[in-house]
């Protein structure tokens, strides 16, 4: 058992509804705790507890933290002792994203604890105007670790067609390399496997179709899942709930669009209220 010394930090008011933002390989969720189940996640998660410390139980672990860095495949529970949670997913293809762990000031069983500017996030998640991009810049810092060109352009093709088969061996190909070479460069650069990186692209593909009105069972099928349950049990396995109960608390999705990544000020993006169909 781990439990890390919080100090004096500053209790987040914040009355803004529950919201999941969505912009090309990031998602960011601020709102309720959600009281998640065990899950194992496809991509680098932040934790930040907004007006108290949690609890992160995983493979032998008991760690009271007010932020963690969960890493892909580990299968863990979340417990917070407050209401108010942001969660920033970090996409692996990111050049800034990978540099989140090194944010951390400590790192326990795989897991990253106490991030360098939590008070900042915090801070930033109690603004009414809360920026989803600013947040993630908070989380990664400026500096930016290089991406084999060859891996960049294999998650721009799965994300750009999530329900393509994008087999291994198929963008081995492309790239020049033999699978197994590739296999090896994907999970070192994108910090993830090929595996759990489609799945990555196919939920946003579904999150971000649903916002825009369409229903589950279209949403799903055209991301790549045989069936809306097919979905839902992969939702829950990654995310640690079902996705109606998401959609069932009144949580806003907002759509970012492309240029994201490079401004996070003066950008275009279109809200749309979710709701259980």
């Given at each position: ?9 500053p209790e987040t008011r914040c009355?803004?509804p529950a919201t999941l ?7 960011v969720?601020r709102g ?6 065990a ?12 007006d108290?410390?949690?609890i ?6 008991r760690i ?5 860095l969960?890493p892909?495949?580990m299968?863990h ?14 996409d692996?293809s990111?050049?800034?994203?990978r540099t989140?762990g ?8 795989g ?7 939590e ?8 603004h009414p105007?809360f920026?989803?991009?600013?947040a993630?810049?908070i989380?990664c810092g400026i500096r ?6 060859r891996i ?8 750009a067609?999530?329900a393509?088969?994008?087999?291994a061996d ?5 790239a020049?390399?033999?699978t197994s070479?590739?296999?090896h460069?994907f ?5 993830t496997s090929?595996?759990?990186y ?15 009105g ?6 799903s099928s ?7 349950s097919?979905?839902?049990d992969?939702f829950h396995a990654?995310?640690g ?6 959609l069932?608390?009144g949580t806003?999705?907002?759509i970012?669009?492309?240029s994201t990544?490079r401004?996070?000020?003066g ?8 709701s259980?169909?």
């Amino acid at each position: 058992m781990a439990v890390m010394d919080h100090g004096a930090l500053p209790e987040t008011r914040c009355t803004a509804p529950a919201t999941l933002w969505l912009w090309p390989g990031h998602a960011v969720y601020r709102g309720p705790s959600l009281r998640l189940d065990a899950h194992s996640g496809s991509v680098h998660c932040l934790a930040v507890g907004l007006d108290a410390p949690f609890i992160v139980h995983g493979e032998g672990l008991r760690i009271s933290t007010r932020s963690a860095l969960i890493p892909p495949r580990m299968t863990h529970r979340l417990v917070a002792e407050g209401e108010l949670m942001l969660f920033c997913y970090l996409d692996p293809s990111s050049a800034r994203a990978r540099t989140c762990g090194d944010r951390m000031t400590t790192h326990t069983g795989g897991i990253g604890i106490t991030h360098r500017d939590e008070h900042n996030l915090m801070a930033l998640a109690a603004h009414p105007a809360f920026d989803p991009v600013a947040a993630v810049g908070i989380a990664c810092g400026i500096r930016e670790l290089p991406i084999d060109p060859r891996i960049a352009a294999a998650t721009a093709t799965i994300r750009a067609h999530p329900a393509h088969s994008n087999s291994a061996d198929e963008l081995a190909a492309q790239a020049h390399l033999s699978t197994s070479r590739f296999l090896h460069l994907f999970a070192v650069h994108a910090g993830t496997s090929f595996r759990r990186y489609r799945i990555w692209a196919r939920m946003l593909s579904v999150g971000s179709a649903i916002a825009k009105g369409m229903d589950f069972t279209r949403a799903s099928s055209d991301a790549g899942f045989s069936s809306p349950s097919h979905f839902s049990d992969t939702f829950h396995a990654m995310c640690g709930l079902a996705p109606s109960t998401l959609l069932g608390s009144g949580t806003r999705v907002v759509i970012l669009d492309e240029s994201t990544e490079r401004t996070s000020t003066g950008r275009n993006h279109a809200e749309v209220g979710m709701s259980a169909r």
